[in-house]
């Protein structure tokens, strides 16, 4: 018998004794780890102590723990239903997105946000603009796009959302870098200067795109200063780099949103850094600002430079075919509900209002937690704001509250403080001081 046929046969007897199927094509498909903070959701919904606390995801709940929606997102809901025309368009949306919804989101962003800069932007048809399947949306269609004709390389800050690395890795990305943000409670912004300054050469042939945090990073919650902002976008300016502004949480520092975008302020500020010649990317979402996060309503700004007037074009005609080969085009909903949110000034100032009284509440529970947990010399709490309390503790740690107390966090030490009310505070704090005895 020949060699060939001994395999084939072997192989085949193999195969069929192989438990008692064939192999597939499928047993090269290997299990996914879970997502790093949405598998603990599930994971949660499975644990039956009656006593278990969710704080992993970064979704606002109320003092009794639901996920609240705002008055003015109730009012301006309550308008569409009465509107019948709104009510009964269920067609498809421009593949771009709402006209309406571009326009106010624009207003909202380049005229209330950056009143200085913005309008100009628009006047001159320099901002290319899509709306988004929120935040992340954002993200992706900006990675396929720089993938495609731009740029594979981007410094993501360590630490940083843990989505941001898939999404550029599996966006075109093949060269995924980390600059030093945070250590032991400390930003470390000129060890982050350094690793770009150090390893970024501007004329190399080779374009880097920046992640920056627009406000209330995610994970730690501290965000350098004004004066170290400076130096950090002086630096980007000079190497040329391509800023790509997550704005996630515009609102939740200060509870006025537009007050909140001073890292796109400072980046627009002509006098300083003129204009960007490789674009500025801005990343925006309305999910935790308007509590619509399963409504994925967001958007992506290109601000393309001056004096080239068919670059605004060019790259919304890219951003198109983007969107139609993923999904076609974006839902309707919610991104109605945000058109009217923005429609008004009286709408707008009643939304500022909602987005305070959040941020007051998160307020409250951290400084409830301080009191009772005393941590000064943990962790550098006073400069922790938004919907995040960083506590730094360790996996070992984070694995006793999650196995012994039911308290789940994500294993970056991370807890988003709205989970935590007047009603298990005392629960989570106790556990907090058992497993640091
Ligand atoms: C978070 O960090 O918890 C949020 O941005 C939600 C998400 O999609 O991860």
């Given at each position: 018998m020949s060699n060939w046929l001994q395999c084939s046969r072997r192989c085949f007897w193999n195969r069929t004794n192989y438990g008692t199927r064939a192999l597939s094509s499928f047993d090269k498909i290997p299990r996914a780890p879970p997502d790093k903070i949405l598998g603990l959701t599930e994971q949660f919904s499975k644990d039956k102590n009656a006593k278990k606390v969710n704080l992993t995801v970064g979704v606002y709940k109320d003092n009794q723990g639901l996920v609240t929606t705002f008055p003015t997102v109730a009012k301006a809901q309550k308008i569409l239903d009465q509107d019948e025309n709104m009510n009964s368009d269920l067609s498809y949306l421009p593949i771009i997105g709402s006209p309406a919804y571009r326009k106010s989101t624009l207003n909202f962003l380049f005229r209330d946000s950056c009143p200085e800069s913005g309008p100009k932007l628009l006047e001159q048809e320099r901002v290319s603009f899509v709306q988004t399947l929120s935040g992340t949306g954002a993200l992706v269609v900006a990675a396929d796009l720089l993938a495609q004709f731009v740029s594979r390389t981007v410094w993501i800050p360590n630490l940083s959302w843990p989505n941001h690395t898939n999404i550029f890795k599996r966006h075109g990305f093949n060269d995924v870098r980390q600059y030093s943000y945070y250590e032991n409670g400390k930003l470390t912004v000129d060890k982050w200067i350094d690793n770009l300054k150090k390893n970024v050469k501007k004329n190399d042939g080779s374009r880097h795109c920046i992640i920056l945090h627009a406000c209330c990073h995610n994970p730690t919650g501290v965000d350098p200063t004004v004066e170290q902002w400076r130096k950090i976008l002086d630096a980007v300016r000079e190497l040329e780099m391509i800023p790509i502004i997550d704005m996630a949480y515009q609102g939740l520092v200060s509870g006025n949103p537009a007050k909140d975008a001073y890292v796109l302020r400072m980046c627009l500020d002509e006098s300083r850094y003129g204009n960007w010649p490789h674009g500025l990317f801005l990343c925006q979402s309305f999910a935790k600002n308007m509590g619509l996060y399963g409504e994925r309503v967001g958007s992506l700004s290109v601000v393309v430079p001056p004096n080239q007037p068919e670059s605004k074009g060019n790259v919304e005609s890219q951003l198109k075919q983007i969107v139609r080969s993923m999904y076609s085009s974006p839902p309707a909903y919610g991104c109605r509900v945000a058109t009217l949110v923005l429609s008004s000034d009286d709408f707008k100032r009643d939304w500022y209002k909602d987005v305070e009284s959040m941020v007051q509440r998160l307020l409250n529970v951290r400084q409830g937690m301080y009191d009772r947990l005393g941590w000064e010399g943990l962790?550098?709490?006073?400069q922790q704001h938004g919907m995040f309390f960083y506590t730094g503790l360790k996996p070992h740690a984070l694995n006793r509250l999650r196995d012994e107390y039911s308290i789940y966090m994500t294993m970056d030490g991370r807890l988003s403080l709205s989970g935590v009310n007047d009603h298990n505070i005392d629960y989570v704090c106790d556990a907090f001081k058992a497993i640091l005895d």
């Open positions: 962790i550098n709490f006073e």
